[in-house]
């Protein structure tokens, strides 16, 4: 274990005790957090940051609605959205061609919009909710090493405040919700680069930007290009989010500023500068390497990882605040039954696995093959034969863990893809060989990124 206090230490680390520690405060953790507080149980939520925080991935799903309306905060989300009718697909392959799915089509008619955020506020209206439910809020606290006793039974939390003051809580379970972090990921060394997917991005916000008229204003729009893809998000306050998620050999390649080479890389969409021709870039430009990985477990007897702590996958689908609540709400339920009636903890924490891998599994699909030119073109020119359309919608809008009877219609819909591919299998074999290229780790990307 690390020794985190010294002889030369002045003051003594400070004890404290609860049921459940969650480290990390952001969508996973908060709503763990309050979920865990709400049914009577002593929460701590630990946060390295201070909310307000900036952090990008502002576009929600519409199966993101119901669990606001479940954590009682959905008046708060609505004062700060804008809403998000549908996801608006453009293809320089298909004549600069747009394509716009509206999510009223989908399977289940009661989910038909979503809203655009900034996640500086709804993450603080999550983590503010989880102290009003209960849960002790410690900002600018960092989980430094989790020691976890040899006979399951608990663990000690061994902390920093910003102050420099040490802080040990002994916690009878442990929900790492620490992110990109994945701070039990590093501790056990089992956070692995997704070998089926690697890639990175740049960001930032513009203002002034062309948004759609009517109700298509809050629409996200996705444009591909030859290097991945661009995100355009409205966000309430007339700010847009723009992002280019790109493969590492293209963030390798920066000989620039990243300023510079974000403007350049914008520039080579035009279907994009069009809507930004007017525009200002009003933040500094993030950029971000080796953006997907998994861990190789989810739990163990006394901890389970949620949201990004366990995995990330691309943000094509916008599905990373959704699957980060689902998980907290199921990892809420999963650590109830194994404090009060751990008898069934070992079932448990099985279907909690099974559940957090659901998600990413069944958005990856879609993820690997977005820039297949058979995909583009489904995407491009859409049927609804045997409701396809419709189970692509619910999945888009994140409707994959309910009742919906969408399964048998995206294997249908899986099948078409294959059957597309094989009577254009030069195009796919080319396609193949690129999209190989592409995902090819790039060791120094993250360095790029700087």
Request: some cysteine; charged content about 25%.
């Amino acid at each position: 274990m690390t020794e985190l206090n010294s002889p030369a230490t002045a003051d003594p680390v400070v004890q404290g005790e609860c049921d459940v520690l969650v480290i990390g405060g952001g969508p996973a953790g908060s709503t763990a957090g309050a979920l865990l507080a709400q049914r009577g149980y002593k929460v701590v939520v630990l946060e390295k940051e201070h909310h307000p925080r900036f952090h990008i991935g502002e576009s929600l799903l519409p199966a993101n609605l119901p669990l606001f309306e479940k954590l009682g905060v959905a008046d708060a989300v609505r004062a700060i959205g804008i809403e998000k009718w549908g996801a608006e697909f453009v293809s320089p392959w298909h004549d600069n061609k747009s394509q716009t799915f509206m999510f009223g089509d989908a399977w289940d008619k009661s989910m038909p919009f979503s809203y655009q955020v900034r996640r500086s506020e709804l993450d603080e209206i999550l983590i503010r909710n989880a102290a009003r439910r209960g849960a002790e809020v410690l900002e600018g606290c960092r989980v430094r090493e989790v020691a976890f006793a040899a006979d399951g039974k608990g663990a000690t939390v061994h902390a920093q405040h910003e102050d420099g003051r040490l802080h040990d809580w002994r916690a009878r379970f442990v929900v790492d919700a620490s992110g990109r972090d994945t701070l039990l990921g590093k501790q056990f060394d089992i956070k692995r680069r997704n070998p089926k997917h690697n890639s990175s991005a740049l960001y930032a916000h513009f203002t002034g930007a062309t948004r759609h008229p009517g109700q298509a204003e809050g629409n996200i729009t996705i444009f591909w290009f030859d290097h991945g893809w661009f995100w355009f998000i409205p966000l309430a306050d007339g700010a847009t989010s723009i992002g280019a998620v790109v493969w590492p050999y293209y963030l390798k390649s920066r000989n620039k500023p990243v300023k510079d080479f974000f403007l350049d890389t914008i520039a080579m969409c035009p279907a994009l500068g069009e809507r930004l021709a007017h525009a200002t870039l009003s933040s500094e430009v993030e950029a971000t390497g080796n953006f997907s990985y998994a861990c190789e477990r989810t739990y163990g007897p006394n901890y389970v990882m949620i949201g990004d702590a366990f995995t990330f996958i691309d943000p094509v689908f916008s599905s990373g605040v959704m699957l980060a609540m689902q998980g907290g709400f199921v990892g809420a339920d999963t650590v109830d039954t194994c404090l009060r009636e751990p008898g069934k903890a070992e079932a448990a924490l099985a279907h909690f696995d099974r559940q957090v891998r659901k998600g990413p599994k069944e958005f990856s699909w879609f993820i690997y093959r977005v820039t297949n030119p058979a995909m583009r073109d489904m995407f491009m020119g859409p049927r609804n034969v045997w409701r396809v359309k419709e189970a692509l919608l619910s999945m888009l809008a994140g409707d994959i863990f309910g009742k919906t009877p969408i399964w048998g219609s995206l294997a249908v819909l899986k099948a078409i893809f294959y059957i597309s591919s094989a009577l254009n299998y030069k195009r796919t074999l080319q396609a193949m060989r690129m999209r190989k290229a592409n995902i090819r780790v790039v060791e120094d990307a993250a360095s790029a990124a700087r």
